[in-house]
């Protein structure tokens, strides 16, 4: 639909609109009103409200007022004082501005001695305050472990067994049901995350869940205990995971993004190792990080295991 350069834009253009919208989102529970009206009490005349926001909390009744501007330029303290005003003869329990393009130091300054919050649209839907480039800093993590494996044997009869056991012998429990082999469990429980992850060395895990039976290698099924061992080593990344989809609201005081729901762009491993900055051992992230990702490096028998996990 074209915007007309004569005639007010349609009701869902309106900055207000888009602002109840969002509010409704971010508070579930609450009351948000579209454009209401509210007594002044000491300009004893109705007061105009964008936006609405009222809520119970236990025996109370507390509510809070929200005007929007779609100014070309960042509000500066006139708009700030004006609003404070409005809050002041409401006697709203909270004041919020919301401006698209900001406000100007001196009005943050001015808002923030009054306690009004300052905030900005942020959605990535299609209309004119459409927000782009939008990016997540991440924290990428990957483990990688070189494993060890170990038995131990307490049965009072005859063993033996062949120096590639974790591959070829086969472990049952008591009843005689196949378990696999230690060396295909091992690498199931680190692939899907079951093994500890931390850097270092981890001695002597349990590979299986159940008390492990084995053949002597005479005929004769006994308990063992079969175990692990896993040095652990990390690689550390930094970069930003792009946001496809995200519905909030900028905190100008702050910087921070109030949403309650977002989806990001795929995170490709191969990018990840070639283009995000790698960290050294005690480096920090030049930005606060959003998210921390931690991936295996997954083992692969035979072509069966690929990938990360």
């Known amino acids: 639909m074209p915007e ?5 834009p349609p009701e869902w ?3 207000e609109t888009l602002i109840a919208e969002i509010q409704k989102q971010l508070a579930p529970g609450a009351n948000v009103t579209h454009n209401a009206t509210l007594p002044g009490y000491d300009s004893e005349t109705t007061r105009q409200i ?3 926001v009222e809520q119970s909390v236990g025996q109370f009744s507390m509510f809070i007022v929200i005007d929007c501007k779609d100014y070309k330029v960042p509000v500066n303290v006139k708009g700030v004082e004006e609003f404070i005003g409005l809050v002041k003869d409401v006697r709203a329990h909270q004041g919020c501005l919301v401006s698209a393009k ?5 009005a943050k300054k001015v808002a923030r001695r009054a306690n009004i919050a300052l905030y900005s649209p942020v ?6 305050w459409q927000t782009r480039g939008l990016a997540l800093p991440v ?3 990957f483990r990688s472990a070189a494993i060890a494996f170990g038995i131990r044997v307490s049965a009072p009869v005859p063993f033996r067994m062949s120096q590639d056991f974790m591959q070829s012998l086969v472990v049952c429990d008591e009843y005689g049901n196949k378990l696999g082999t230690c060396l295909d469990t091992a690498l199931d429980r680190w692939n899907s995350g079951k093994f500890p992850v931390e850097e270092g060395t981890h001695d002597e895990l349990a590979i299986f869940s159940v008390v492990p039976y084995v053949d002597n290698g005479y005929g004769t099924q006994i308990a063992v205990e079969l175990y692990a061992t896993l040095i652990i080593k990390g690689r550390r990344y930094f970069g930003y995971l792009p946001l496809q989809d995200i519905r909030g609201l900028r905190d100008e005081h702050t910087g921070a993004v109030h949403t309650n729901a977002f ?3 795929v995170l490709d491993t191969v990018v990840v190792e070639n283009q995000w900055q790698r960290l050294k051992d005690g480096e920090v992230p030049s930005k606060p990080v959003a998210i921390t990702i931690m991936g295996l490096d997954c083992w692969e028998i035979d072509g069966r295991r690929t990938g990360r996990g």
């Open 263 to 265: 989806k990001t762009g």
């Open 50 to 52: 964008d936006v609405l």
């Open 123 to 128: 959605d990535t839907a299609s209309h004119k």
């Open 102 to 106: 900001g406000f100007t130091p001196s």
């Open 139 to 141: 924290l990428c993590e």
């Open 13 to 15: 253009l309106q900055l």
């Open 4 to 8: 007309s350069t004569d005639k007010q």
